[in-house]
């Protein structure tokens, strides 16, 4: 015969029952503080995004990835939209109130000994595009700046740069343009060391410095990357007549010739 069970003993199924939606809670509380620091960490730390993504990639796969990166740009730009609000656009950079000369080298001494004549190229003039919204744009919008190669000074200015700021909704929404003299510099590429990653036979096994050659460190101007891998959606590349991805239909693309001339077409 069973002893009757006593006050105590009918008690505690219904502590345990209790506790667990407090755990549940906890765990939800401690889910959501984790994904919120993750994404304040990502946004921080320059190399922590690409590191994640790529872990995600391997696991869920690709399109997860992207549809994920999507839900949660969009949750980023309601939250903006709502936090920032009337908040106004930014310059980054100080802007000569009015502008007459145009973009030239800033003046040097006349050469001791007459240099050799040689064909005089025109000064990098530009006219200024004006900023996208009057009434909704930083100072300077739309005005082109000169950049001096503070490595060689007294050079002729190669490139220029401008702000625009496309959306009056957005403040944050910004596009930076920066100019380049193509009568006075060459455009290079230089493959990564892993990326784009080679999908043709020729491409594979090509020694792939992912820097500068030596013979072009004096004298460049800027570098920049391409910023996107293979299978960021196949975009093709190509170099010294070595195919490393097929170019695809319907992309823009950019191409330096034989003869030095740089094209941008579909």
């Known amino acids: 015969m069973a002893r009757p069970r006593s006050p105590k003993d009918r008690a505690r199924p219904l502590r345990k029952r209790r506790s667990a939606p407090r755990i549940a809670a906890t765990v939800a509380a401690l889910g959501a503080v984790a994904v919120i620091g993750l994404w304040v960490a990502v946004n921080r730390v320059t190399w922590l995004g690409p590191y994640v993504a790529d872990s995600l990639r391997a696991v869920i796969g690709v399109d997860a990835v992207a549809s994920l990166e999507d839900f949660a740009y969009r949750v980023q730009d309601r939250v903006n939209r709502v936090w920032r609000r009337g908040e106004k656009p930014r310059a980054y950079w100080s802007v000569p109130k009015a502008k007459t000369e145009p973009i030239t080298a800033p003046a040097q001494a006349a050469p001791a000994v007459e240099p050799e004549p040689r064909e005089e190229i025109p000064p990098f003039a530009l006219k200024d595009v004006g900023p996208v919204h009057k009434e909704w744009s ?103 007549g070595t195919t490393y991805v097929k170019p695809k239909l319907g992309v823009c693309a950019i191409a330096r010739y034989k003869d030095d001339s740089v094209r941008l077409a579909l």
């Open 138 to 240: 930083a100072p300077g919008d739309g005005q082109w700046v000169s950049m001096v190669d503070s490595d060689h000074p007294g050079q002729p200015i190669h490139m220029a740069k401008t702000l625009l700021h496309p959306d009056k909704n957005r403040s944050w929404a910004e596009v930076f343009v920066v100019a380049v003299d193509l009568r006075r510099a060459r455009l290079y590429l230089v493959p990564g060391t892993k990326e784009p990653a080679a999908t043709e036979e020729a491409a594979q096994g090509l020694e792939r410095p992912g820097s500068i050659g030596k013979e072009h460190r004096e004298h460049a101007l800027a570098a920049f990357n391409g910023g996107f891998k293979t299978e960021h959606g196949q975009y093709g590349m190509g170099l010294d």
